[in-house]
Nanobody, 128 residues
Framework: QLQLVESGGGSVQAGGSLRLTCEASGITASHYYMAWFRRAPGKQREGVAAISTTSGITYYADSVKGRFIISRDSRKNLMWLQMDSLKSEDSAMYYC?????????????????????WGQGTQVTVSS
């Protein structure tokens, strides 16, 4: 049974940085994609970044390209989201997710219903 636990959230001023960590215990070779999503108050959950566990190819939402970096260490079952140049609009609850669907390379990575397992989330607050 895969369990995802996020950490690293907090409060930061605009322009600052945070690094989120997702610990994935019980992950298997059938989990083909891992991702970060976020949900701000009053808004729908949105995909932020994803990584293929087989190829290492990464995907980003346009809103975070050039500012966020997703990475993973398969030996330690850890995934990170390095967030730089943070903006107030980045404030949200951030969730780690994993998918057993191997076909997310064609844009499906950004759709939350393609993911089977979710963490509880970690709050990021950016003040301007």
């Amino acid at each position: 049974q895969l369990q995802l636990v996020e950490s690293g959230g907090g409060s930061v001023q605009a322009g600052g940085s945070l690094r989120l960590t997702c610990e994935a215990s019980g992950i298997t070779a059938s989990h083909y994609y891992m991702a970060w999503f976020r949900r701000a108050p009053g808004k729908q959950r949105e995909g932020v970044a994803a990584i293929s566990t087989t190829s290492g190819i990464t995907y980003y939402a346009d809103s975070v390209k050039g500012r966020f970096i997703i990475s993973r260490d398969s030996r330690k079952n850890l995934m990170w989201l390095q967030m730089d140049s943070l903006k107030s609009e980045d404030s949200a609850m951030y969730y780690c997710a994993a998918s057993t669907d191997r076909r997310l390379f064609n844009g499906g990575w950004i759709i939350s219903t393609n993911y089977n397992t979710w963490g509880q989330g970690t709050q990021v607050t950016v003040s301007s």
